[in-house]
């Protein structure tokens, strides 16, 4: 089985998102999206504190491109866990 990632892809210009696509696939052509970023100058940065997330950032003028990669089963899992919980996330969002 060939392990997958979601890739979110925006494009900003002055600041302002004019674009954005969410999409599942191979952890092959994320890995490469993030070699050709690189390649062209991006900012590149990971946390792997929740769904091994990886942050790539090319400035080109006022035009911002950003694309953030995650462990598609990672993510996946953390999803179906949230969906399930009963309780509030934060108290913040409480009924009062």
Known sequence: MTKKSYIRTSTLVNGFE???NYE???T???NQILEKLAEAGAKIKTDDLVGKETIAVLNQGVTEIKVSITDAEETDRMNEALSNNQEPITKSWETR
């Open 28 to 30: 092959k052509v994320a």
């Open 24 to 26: 599942k696939r191979s």
């Open 18 to 20: 004019i674009s954005s």
